[in-house]
Each structure stands twice: as structure tokens, then as C-alpha cells.
């Protein structure tokens, strides 16, 4: 895969899912340009600009060489004329001053204010801007305003919230709320997933999958699970949607779909071990020994389980590339609970990851190669 600039024998596909990308973004320099350019478009509600940004990225994140001269480019898919421009700007300059204008912007700063918050998303960033605010200040003074019970806590634990969760703190609490279910239910399989799944060692949240090969066995997991994690007063938040799942619902047409597993939005208190009372700053307050992290819960049936893990393992742009695939290359329809295909007029089964690749006619991809 793409280990040498302008090695002509290599082709690079236009879908992620037929590339490995690594953790490890040796054009940082111009994917977080194209990232910000992205977000920006989606601020402005420009999903088709957004979208050829966010290919554009993936493409140089896939690559085993840096950009050093256009000439690299030549070959690579979804590098139109106005991605090349900003390439070849920030190649002379080491910046571009479209990329600056964007982050310098009030809608860009506001939307990426607002939208930090947990439970606020672009509809209401976009009320609170046209309103005129701008900082968080004039939002959560505002007697006039009223917040859903996610915002709320969303601001109460902002600062937590919005500070990274490394690996270690990911893993500490997935080995806990393992424990717990495997004491509900022996035989349930509980997965790290999201981005600590793929390799990543920071996260905004820890997403953990939850199955069991029993039938039916997995509906009782999630609310027992949340009592016992409730009655330790580990829970701050927590919010759960159940189950809009039916069987024989086709794939959804919209990539970005979500899911109607049954799942839980949970905002949960990491007590971190020998902090607090010893831990005291010359005439400062106590510190607090506990600090609030975003876990995401998702419980699926069996049958579904791998369609639910890969659709959760991410990255977002991998997600959209493999339904983008399956759609365009193989008359066929993918979401996060299974794959339809229309030519036989049947949906087919998998229990693994490897299954859906092969239904799919594609190498198998591990989750640290689909950090597109
Ligand atoms: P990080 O959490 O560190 O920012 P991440 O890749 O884990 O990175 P998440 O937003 O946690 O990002 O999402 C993980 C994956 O799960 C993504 O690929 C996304 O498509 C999917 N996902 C997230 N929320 C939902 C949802 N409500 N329904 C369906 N899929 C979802
Ligand atoms: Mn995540
Ligand atoms: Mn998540």
C-alpha cells in the first residue's frame, strides 16, 4: 500500500475501506486543514463541500509518504482543483489563509463552542448564534434559557467533559463495567470499541458494546447494569433510548443513520485512586478525586453484533466509505445492523468482522488500519 511517492504501480482507491490507515497521519499538516475546512462546511450546513474535504483527508491520511512536492499527488483519487490549491499553499507557506480565516471566524468559533457541549448539537448552536451569543458565559446565565437535562449536566461537568480520556482511564472502566455484567450474565461479550478499538490512546468518550449468544439474554443488561452502577453512585448522568430495532427493516439509505439499538448516554464518575483528602495545594481547595467521563453503552442481539461492532469501531469517514462501497460496488446495503443484498433479495448473515468483509468482497481491514 502507497509506501513510495508517484510509484505508479499502486493504485489508490477512492474508498477507505480498500485502504489501510493507520493511526499514525504523516500529513497532519494538510488533513487538519482539510478537517477544519470540513467542519466549517458543516457549520454552514454545505454536506456535498464537507464531504469531498473529509475524502480528501482520508486520501492523505492513507499514505505512507509525506507530501512534499504536487508532483506526490499525481494518481491519488478526490484531489480536485480546490484541494490542490490549499496543498500546494501550504506546501509555499506552511499554512493556509483559508484555513486561518475559518478558525478566526465567529461562526466557526461559536459553533465549535456550542456544539463542545454534550447535548448540543448543530440546530442549537445555530439558534444560540443567530441570537447573537457567543461565549458559554452568556448562555449559562441566561435565566430566559431552557436546557434538556443532557445540557445541563453537559455544562455542570464541562470541563471534565471536554478534557481527553486517555487509554488507561478507557480501560479502567471497561474492565469494571465488564465485571459487572459477567456477574449478571457469564456468558455476555463485552467490547471496547469507538476509537480506543482502533488504537487511539486519548478519546472523548469510551464506547463499550454488549452482546449475548442466548437469545433475548441481552435485554436485561443494560438496566441492571445501570441499577448496580447507580446504587455505587457512579452514575452523574445517564440517558437511555431503547430499542426501535425490526428485523426485516431494510438498511437505512442515509449514511450517517444512526442505530435503533437499545443504548445508553451516560456520564460517569472515574474515582481516581489515592487523590483527594492527601492531595491538598498550599492554601488551595481540596482537590476533587473523581472526574467525570462520557461512556456510551450499546446493546445489540447476537445476530447483529458484528454489523453493530463494525459500525461502532469507526472511524466515522471508514463508515461512510463502507456504505458509500457497498452501495456503488456491490449493489448491496450496509448499516450498523446487517447487509441486504439486493441482487439475491436476501440479507446475509455474519458473526464476525472478517464475514462482512468477505460478503463484501474486500482484504480484511483491523480496526488500527481504519483510522481514515
Ligand atoms: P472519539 O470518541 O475519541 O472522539 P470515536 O471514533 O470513538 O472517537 P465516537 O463519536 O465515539 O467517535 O463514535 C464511534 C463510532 O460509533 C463512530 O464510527 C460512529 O459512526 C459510531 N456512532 C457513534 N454514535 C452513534 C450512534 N448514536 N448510532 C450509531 N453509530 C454511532
Ligand atoms: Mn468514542
Ligand atoms: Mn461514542
Not at 46 to 59: D, G, H, M, Q
Not at 207 to 224: G, Q, V, Y
Not at 271 to 294: C, F, H, L
Request: with cysteine; hydrophobic share 35%.
Amino acid at each position: 500500500f502507497n509506501t513510495s511517492p508517484s510509484s505508479s504501480c499502486v493504485q489508490v482507491s477512492q474508498y477507505a475501506c480498500q485502504r489501510r490507515t493507520p493511526l499514525q497521519d504523516i500529513n497532519q499538516i494538510f488533513t487538519d486543514a482539510f478537517e477544519i475546512l470540513a467542519e466549517n462546511c458543516e457549520f454552514l450546513g454545505n454536506k456535498e463541500l464537507c464531504k469531498s474535504f473529509l475524502r480528501a483527508s482520508a486520501v492523505l491520511k492513507s499514505l505512507r509518504f509525506p507530501i512534499a512536492t504536487m508532483k506526490d499527488l499525481d494518481g491519488l483519487p478526490l484531489l480536485g482543483n480546490e484541494m490542490k490549491t490549499i496543498i500546494e499553499e501550504i506546501l509555499e507557506d506552511g499554512k493556509c489563509a483559508r484555513v486561518l480565516d475559518v478558525i478566526n471566524g465567529e461562526r466557526y468559533k461559536s459553533f465549535k463552542l456550542f456544539t463542545s457541549i454534550f447535548g448540543v448539537g448543530l440546530k442549537t448552536s445555530e439558534k444560540w448564534f443567530r441570537m447573537g451569543f457567543r461565549t458559554l458565559e452568556e448562555i449559562k446565565n441566561n435565566p430566559e434559557f431552557k436546557f434538556t437535562k443532557m445540557q445541563k449536566y453537559g455544562f455542570l461537568h464541562y470541563e471534565d467533559i471536554t478534557s481527553y480520556i486517555s487509554k488507561s482511564e478507557a480501560l479502567e472502566i471497561y474492565d469494571f463495567v465488564r465485571d459487572i455484567i459477567l456477574k449478571l450474565v457469564p456468558d455476555a461479550v463485552v467490547t471496547l470499541t469507538g476509537g480506543f478499538r482502533r488504537g487511539k490512546e486519548r478519546g472523548h468518550d469510551v464506547d463499550i458494546i454488549i452482546t449475548c449468544p442466548r437469545k433475548e439474554k441481552e435485554k436485561s443488561i443494560l438496566h441492571n447494569t445501570i441499577t448496580i452502577l447507580k446504587n455505587q453512585g457512579l452514575i452523574l448522568f445517564y440517558d437511555i433510548n431503547e430499542s426501535t430495532f425490526v428485523e426485516t427493516k431494510l438498511p437505512s439509505k442515509k449514511v450517517d443513520a444512526l442505530d435503533h439499538f437499545q443504548k445508553c448516554f451516560i456520564i460517569f464518575k472515574l474515582v481516581k485512586e489515592g487523590v483527594g483528602a492527601t492531595n491538598i495545594k498550599d492554601n488551595e481547595m481540596e482537590s476533587k478525586n473523581w472526574k467525570a467521563v462520557r461512556v456510551d453503552f450499546v446493546i445489540t442481539p447476537y445476530k447483529q453484533y458484528a454489523y453493530a461492532l463494525l459500525g461502532w469501531t469507526g472511524s466515522r469517514q471508514f463508515e461512510r466509505d463502507l456504505r458509500r462501497y457497498a452501495t456503488n460496488e456491490k449493489k448491496m446495503m450496509l448499516d450498523n445492523h446487517g447487509l441486504f443484498d439486493k441482487t439475491k433479495n436476501v440479507f446475509l448473515d455474519a458473526y464476525t468482522e472478517e464475514d462482512i468483509f468477505e460478503h463484501l468482497g474486500l482484504e480484511y481491514l483491523e480496526p488500527w488500519d481504519r483510522n481514515a
